[in-house]
C-alpha cells in the first residue's frame, strides 16, 4: 500500500515521530502499537461513515485528529522515565537470574537438600569407633531404648545405645560405659542443634552421679568419678544428632538417668535402662 | 457548540475513570464513546488521551493488556483497579463542589435585563 515516497504522514512516521521523544527505548514498541492500532480504528471509522473518501484521505484525517507528535511524544516521555524503566527491567532480570541459580543451585545439590529434610542418622566418632571394634566389645547390651522426652518443643529419643563392660583403669575399677546416639527434632529451624551437652549429667538407681563436663569445670570435680560428655554429630533445620556417653558407671546398677537441669528442675530427663531393653538393634 | 479544551483538560481523568468504571475499554473506543455520549460536545485531540491512561497505569489506578481483535489488530485494553474506583469517586465530588460553585456564582451574578 505504501511506496517509499508515503512515508512521510504514514502511521509509522507518526508513531516515529512520537517516540523520537520517548527516551526509554523498550517502550517504543508498545507505544507505537497502541498508536497504530488506533489510527487504524480512527481511519476504519471514517471509511465506514464516508464511503466516497479515498483511503489516504481517511488516513491523513486519523492522524491530524491525533495532534501534534511532538507534543504527545514529550508527555509520554514524562511518563516513560528511563531511569525507573531500567531500573524495573534489571530488576526482573536480577530475580529472574536469582530463581535460575537457586533452581540450579538446588538441582546440583538435590542429595543435600533431601538429606537436610530427612536427617542423616551417621554415628559420631565415638559410636563408630564402637561399631567398628563390635566384635572385641565386652556387650552388655546394644538396644533402642522405648523412653522418650519432650521439653520446650524438642523431643529427645535415643536411636542407639550401646552397654559395655571394661576393666577400664582410669577409673580405677570395673565398670560400665553406655555410649548413645541422642536423636532431637525440633519444629523451629532457628532452634536446631540446642548446645545442652556439657551439661548433660547422669544418675543411677544406686546414686551415683556422672557428672557432665560443664559441672566437672565449674566445680571441679574429678574425672576419676565417671563422666558424661559426648559431641554433636549431625544437625538438619528440624533434627539434630549427638554422640554422647556416659563412662565409669558402678558395674551394680541397673538403670541410668540422664538429666539436664541448668536452667531448671530437670529439663531432660531420660532413663535407660542398663541390660538393655525395649527393641533390641 | 465544542467545549473550550482548557476547561476539559483537568475533567479528562473523571471521564476515562467514568468510562473504564462501566468496562475494559481500548484508547480509541474511549475517544469514539466519548464524543458520541456528549453529541460531539468533546472533541479532544486523540492524543492526549495516552498520556492520561498512562500515567493512570503507572498510579496503577488501570491496568492494560493487550488483547487481539478477531480482524487481528492488536489492541491495548484498560481496566479499572480499586483504587481507580476510589480515584474516580474523589474526583467525582471534586467535581460537584466545583460545578456548583460555578453555578452558584453564575445564578448570583445573573445580570437583570436592563
Redesign the interface.
Known amino acids: 500500500m505504501s511506496a517509499p515516497g508515503d512515508f512521510y504522514g504514514s502511521f509509522q512516521w507518526y508513531c516515529e515521530a ?1 517516540c523520537a521523544y520517548v527516551r526509554f527505548r523498550p517502550d517504543h514498541g ?2 507505537s ?3 497504530t ?2 489510527l ?3 481511519a476504519d ?1 471514517l471509511a465506514e461513515r464516508h464511503p466516497e473518501l479515498p483511503p489516504t484521505e481517511a488516513r491523513r484525517r486519523a492522524i491530524a ?5 511532538e ?2 511524544g514529550r ?2 516521555d ?3 522515565s528511563p531511569l525507573l524503566g531500567w531500573l524495573q527491567i534489571w530488576w526482573i532480570r536480577s530475580a529472574r537470574l536469582l530463581a535460575v541459580l537457586a533452581l540450579l543451585l538446588a538441582l546440583t545439590r538435590a542429595d543435600a537438600l533431601f538429606t537436610a529434610f530427612t536427617a542423616p542418622s551417621e554415628y559420631g566418632f565415638h559410636m563408630a569407633a564402637l561399631v567398628e571394634r563390635y566384635e572385641e566389645l565386652d556387650l552388655v547390651a546394644d538396644f533402642r531404648p522405648r523412653e522418650i522426652w519432650r521439653q520446650g518443643g524438642y523431643t529427645f529419643s535415643i536411636e542407639r545405645a550401646l552397654v559395655t563392660r571394661s576393666a577400664d583403669t582410669a577409673y580405677g575399677r570395673e565398670s560400665l560405659s553406655l555410649a548413645y546416639q541422642l536423636r532431637v527434632t525440633h519444629p523451629n529451624p532457628w532452634q536446631r542443634a540446642p548446645d545442652f551437652r556439657a551439661w548433660l549429667w547422669a544418675e543411677d538407681d544406686l546414686g551415683n552421679r556422672y557428672p557432665s563436663r560443664g559441672q566437672q569445670e565449674q566445680y571441679g570435680l574429678p574425672v576419676r568419678a565417671g563422666d558424661s560428655a559426648g559431641n554433636p554429630t549431625a544437625s538438619t533445620p528440624f533434627v539434630s544428632y549427638y554422640d554422647l556417653w556416659v563412662a565409669g558407671i558402678d558395674p551394680d546398677a541397673k538403670e541410668l538417668t540422664l538429666r539436664f537441669d541448668r536452667y531448671g528442675e530437670n529439663a531432660i530427663y531420660l532413663t535407660v535402662p542398663l541390660e538393655g531393653g525395649a527393641s533390641h538393634v | 457548540m465544542r467545549a473550550d479544551k482548557n476547561l476539559l483538560a483537568g475533567s479528562t481523568t473523571l471521564l476515562v475513570l467514568s468510562l473504564l468504571s462501566k468496562g475494559d475499554k481500548y484508547g480509541y473506543e474511549m475517544i469514539a464513546e466519548l464524543e458520541s455520549r456528549s453529541n460531539r460536545a468533546f472533541t479532544l485531540k486523540e492524543g492526549t488521551l495516552y498520556p492520561i491512561l498512562h500515567a493512570l497505569e503507572k498510579e496503577k489506578a488501570v491496568i492494560s493488556y493487550e488483547k487481539e481483535a478477531p480482524t487481528g489488530r492488536v489492541r491495548k485494553y484498560y481496566r479499572i483497579t480499586r483504587r481507580g474506583l476510589s480515584l474516580l469517586e474523589e474526583k467525582q465530588e471534586d467535581w460537584s463542589l466545583f460545578s456548583k460553585a460555578v453555578n452558584a456564582i453564575l445564578a448570583g451574578t445573573d445580570p437583570a435585563p436592563a
Open positions: 512520537v508498545a507505544i502499537r497502541e498508536l492500532a488506533h487504524e480504528d480512527h471509522a485528529a491525533m495532534g501534534d507528535p507534543e504527545l508527555a509520554l514524562q511518563l516513560h
